[in-house]
């Protein structure tokens, strides 16, 4: 698998579990708590991104990287917004440079 085929394969996790939610499932949790504990979750992270970059401490940056881009998934799933779309646009973007 390639290092970027996995994002797909996760985002097809995280579909999965909304359409079948199973039991004790941190994603299924996640969602069911609303759209408001997703959003908080993206910005948790996101600060915990920063302050791992700012600390110089390599692993938890890839963790916390790690952490952003899944619940920034489980976010884009709720929302019905699929990785193609972003991807779309950040290509959209880039042709315009």
């Not at 948790?44 to 952003?68: F, N, P, Q």
């Amino acid at each position: 698998m390639s290092d970027l085929t996995f994002f797909g394969t996760l985002e097809s996790i995280v579909l999965e579990r909304l359409e079948n939610p199973r039991p004790g499932s941190y994603t299924a949790n996640l969602v069911a708590a609303g759209t408001k504990r997703i959003a908080q979750k993206v910005g948790e992270e996101g600060v915990e991104l920063s302050l791992a970059a700012v600390a110089g401490d390599r692993d938890e940056l890839i963790d916390e990287a790690a952490d952003l881009i899944y619940h920034m998934i489980v976010m884009l799933a709720d929302q019905r917004i699929s990785l193609s779309e972003v991807s779309a646009r950040l290509e959209a973007r880039h042709a315009r440079d």
